[in-house]
């Protein structure tokens, strides 16, 4: 395995029948709501955002929100901080947050209980993947991609050190720190 070509864990195929089958199982549960607003949980959400927001079959709009919760490494500390929030009111609409991974789980339970208090119509969650052991706080997850073990991975929006986000498939690498 090298870091530079990082080990497949979940191909772009696989990554793409997947989206396709969470796109069509949102699109049957919202069918005749006129006001589900999808928040994307930057940086990392934003392919996989574009990607199943693009196959949706009902009207949506989309929100960023921007947090920060390992710095630069690759320890998760807990604490969770908002760097930006949503520009839009979501008083009275449907939320989805939508992340790309959910590890110990204390950034989605964070952005649910936030997102409570703008007293939106409902909340869900969706997430491309899961590190099914590395939970530490109980946290839902309507929509989910995939769980994966305790591995560190990149590529469909994750990163390592700001690499390797724009690799097409989801890939393993060794950590350094
Ligand atoms: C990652 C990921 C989630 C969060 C999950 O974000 O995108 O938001 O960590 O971890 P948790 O379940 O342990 O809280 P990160 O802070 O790495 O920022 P990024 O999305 O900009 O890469």
């Known amino acids: 395995m090298s870091n530079d070509t990082p080990e497949v864990l979940i191909s772009e ?14 699109s049957r549960d919202y069918e005749g709501c006129d006001n589900l607003v999808m928040v ?31 710095g630069s490494s690759s320890v998760s500390s807990g ?6 929030d949503v520009r839009g009111n979501i008083e009275g609409k449907h939320v989805l947050i939508v ?12 952005l649910t209980g936030m997102f409570k208090s703008h007293r939106p119509a409902s909340i869900k ?3 491309l993947v899961r590190k099914a052991d590395s939970a530490e706080v109980d ?8 769980d994966i073990g305790d591995e560190w991975v990149v590529g469909y929006g994750l990163d390592y050190g700001e690499l390797h986000r724009t690799l097409p498939y989801i890939g393993i690498i060794e950590p350094t720190d």
């Not at 195929?13 to 949102?26: G, H, K, M, T, Y």
């Not at 992340?99 to 964070?110: A, C, N, R």
């Open 13 to 26: 195929s696989d990554i793409r029948s997947r989206v396709a089958e969470l796109a069509a199982q949102i």
């Open 40 to 70: 994307g949980v930057l940086k990392g959400s934003f392919i996989f955002l574009a990607d199943l927001s693009r196959q949706l079959k009902i009207p949506r709009t989309i929100e960023f929100i921007a947090v920060s919760s390992y």
């Open 79 to 84: 604490a969770v901080r908002l760097v930006m």
């Open 99 to 110: 992340e790309d991974i959910v590890d110990t789980g204390h950034t989605l339970k964070y």
């Open 125 to 127: 969650t969706c997430s």
């Open 139 to 146: 946290v839902k997850i309507d929509y989910l991609g995939f």
